[in-house]
């Protein structure tokens, strides 16, 4: 088994123009360093998708789809990894290389390759059950769906019995056979017991109607199964597997994609039925979470469809419950071309009985009327509070708090505080500045020199609340009044240099794997005095700048770095733990038409700053020895050497 050498994607990255390769499926125009169209990821009216040619990456700030010509054709085509790029070198010219895989990745290839053989073929089976079983049709149409419908969402039927997929792949009794079976969720093997009886294999599913759950290329990758009569549990879903992950699917996304496009809003549900259902109701751009809480996944795939999310719960506490987490979810991710909406349906009925009972223009009507997301949030935030009491209010801030820092610094925001300070009875400053979103004054002090004090946790752009305001680290315009004395606190760092340093690094990896460690420690230094979040991101690119590879040139030098490099260390950003970050600075560097000369000059005055704030840190320091009578020879010897090295710096 052969694998495609990563030098051989980045030369084709390189070889092809991105801009050729998203310029055949979207309408681009030149928008200064870059080209900007509609995104094809989501409904917009006016363009946020970005293509530039230099990075040869794509970005849009609407919906944040991004990466390099191949993702762009997985994404856009439904292409796996290896088809896009053999169809990208087969328009340019080029022969795919391969080289030797190890064991082992041959080992994970065949296993992904058989599991997904085995979960298709078991849905081709379900669906042949569903044809011959006159009591699982009449349930489907009883339930008032179509063989149409049924067909769309390739609906089957698990027969009652306890081997009934051994008649696809053959005796359980094969551990061959089970291991994959096991794998996929589809089998459940007893515990062996002491007596040294065999194991007992057998259906996870039995007597059910079977939905699979399908990729957005359309491959099962699991199945939730409806009972049909009276039965704990009503509704049981494949295990987690290495295809299948309930955090990161919605059921029915793939069959819904051009409907939400059309209808221009995507409507979430809790159940596998009210999806079908709705679809035959005539609303087919209905989806649902899987049996879990909604997560940012979740919403990330919904909002990279369209610009509106209408999110139905049951009235009842359980479904209140799941619809706050759906608000802490959504929050988050809100920009000011996004619309999210909570539709609490009466508890007797769910949407599907709700449009049976009062018909399609009825639930229309209801989903135009469905709770805003900043309705909900004052809903949230003040449940169980008494408004007209100081406790009442400083219960109900306490409640909104987490949920402001978790938002983004867009007008929402904004408006939303103003609205809670008016129901509050206080003024916007000061619940922002309750809620750490503004920088509080430091107070004066007349016996020391006081530079002006940056609120670390709440001031920069990378805040260890994780929230996103302003311009990154960006410090206080005032400044409290300086009074010079011997006592003088140590000068901080510039407060955009590890900014500097960062943007530099996401777009060179190959110039911060060559830092060396003293370097690396200035830039750690200087993130960590804007906040822990900054600290982390500057530690883990260097780790992920050490996993780039380098290409050597002549002479044993480092070969010129190609746009392509750029697209393929984006991508390796997107799998880190820290990818919403790395989101942010990518934002800021998307306009940059920086090269690599003017990146490196950059890096280095950055470093060269750093490194004389450290010096005089350090004079500072000693310098307060001195003044306190407890400096030692050797520290005024080194004063005398700091005081030579700055003044011919």
């Known amino acids: ?116 053989e085995v979960m298709n073929s078991s849905a081709d089976w379900y669906r042949t059950q569903l044809k011959g079983n006159a009591r699982a049709v009449e349930y489907l149409k009883g339930r008032g769906l179509t063989g ?50 065999l194991v007992k294999r057998y259906d996870r599913f039995r007597d059910r109607i079977m939905f699979p759950i399908r990729n957005p290329k359309g491959q099962t990758i699991g199945f939730g199964g409806r009972i049909l009569d009276q039965g704990k549990p009503k509704y049981l879903n494949s295990p987690e597997t290495p295809l299948f992950s309930k955090g990161n699917t919605l059921y029915g996304l793939f069959e819904a994609r051009q409907a939400i496009r059309a209808q221009e809003f995507v409507l979430v549900c809790e159940g596998y039925m009210d999806v079908v259902a709705l679809a035959q109701l005539g609303f087919p751009n209905a989806v649902a979470t899987l049996g879990t809480a909604c997560t940012a996944n979740h919403v990330r795939m919904l909002l990279r469809q369209t610009d509106k999310a209408v999110f139905s719960f049951d009235g009842d506490s359980a479904g209140q419950r799941a619809a706050q987490r759906a608000l802490e979810a959504c929050l988050p991710l809100m920009f000011d071309d996004k619309e999210i909406r909570f539709l609490f349906l009466p508890t007797e009925h769910d949407p599907d009985s709700y449009v049976r009972a009062y018909g399609a223009p009825a639930f229309e009507k209801v989903i135009k009327e469905a709770m805003s997301i900043s309705s909900f949030f004052f809903k949230v935030v003040s449940e169980g509070h008494e408004l007209t009491t100081p406790e009442g209010r400083a219960q109900t801030h306490h409640a909104a708090k987490p949920l402001l820092l978790s938002m983004p610094p867009i007008a929402l925001r904004t408006q939303i505080l103003r609205e809670l300070a008016i129901r509050t009875n206080t003024t916007p400053a000061e619940l922002e500045a309750f809620c750490g979103l503004t920088v509080v004054p430091a107070p004066v002090r007349q016996t020391t020199y006081q530079p002006a004090q940056i609120n670390q946790n709440n001031q920069n752009h990378f805040s260890s609340n994780g929230n996103r305001q302003g311009a990154p680290w960006q410090a206080s315009k005032g400044s409290a009044k300086r009074v010079a004395t011997q006592n003088i606190d140590p000068p901080k760092a510039p407060t955009d240099l590890a900014e500097q340093i960062l943007r530099v690094i996401i777009q060179f990896p190959h110039l911060g794997k060559a830092l060396d460690a003293n370097k690396r420690t200035l830039a750690l230094n200087a993130a ?47 799998r880190s733990e820290l990818a919403p970050l790395y989101e942010v600075l990518r934002n800021r560097v998307m306009g940059s038409d920086v090269e690599l000369e003017g990146a490196t000059a950059d890096l280095e005055g950055a470093f060269k700053k750093l490194e004389l704030t450290h010096l005089k840190q350090e004079m500072t320091e000693i310098a307060q020895k001195i003044a306190g009578s407890t400096a030692t020879e050797q520290d005024r010897a080194r004063y005398r050497e700091l005081g030579e090295k700055l003044k011919f710096s």
């Open 528 to 574: 960590e005095q804007r906040s822990q979040k900054a600290h982390a991101l500057m530690r883990d690119l260097f780790s992920q700048c050490d996993l780039v590879e380098q290409i050597l040139g002549e002479d044993g030098k480092t070969a010129t770095v190609g746009a392509g490099a750029f697209a393929m260390f984006q991508d390796q950003l997107s």
């Open 148 to 197: 149409e419908i049924a067909k769309r969402y390739a609906l089957g039927y698990a027969p009652d019995g306890w081997q009934g997929l051994e008649a696809v792949f053959g005796p359980y009794s094969n551990d061959e056979v089970a291991k994959t079976l096991l794998e996929g969720g589809l089998l459940i093997q007893s515990e062996p017991s002491e007596a040294g009886q």
């Open 1 to 116: 088994m052969a694998l495609i050498p990563q030098s051989f994607i980045a030369d084709l990255l390189n070889w092809v123009d991105i801009v050729d390769v998203v310029g055949q499926h979207v309408k681009l125009k030149k928008a200064g360093a870059n080209f900007q169209g509609l995104c094809p990821f989501h409904s917009e009216k006016s363009p946020s998708f970005s293509v530039s040619s230099t990075k040869q990456f794509y970005h849009c700030f609407g919906c944040g789809a991004h990466g390099s010509a191949i993702s762009f054709l997985m994404e856009y085509s439904g292409l796996g990894y290896v088809d896009a790029i053999e169809d990208l070198a087969r328009s340019a010219g080029l022969d795919v290389p391969r080289e030797e895989r190890t064991a082992n990745d041959v080992a994970r290839q065949q296993q992904a390759m058989a599991l997904s």
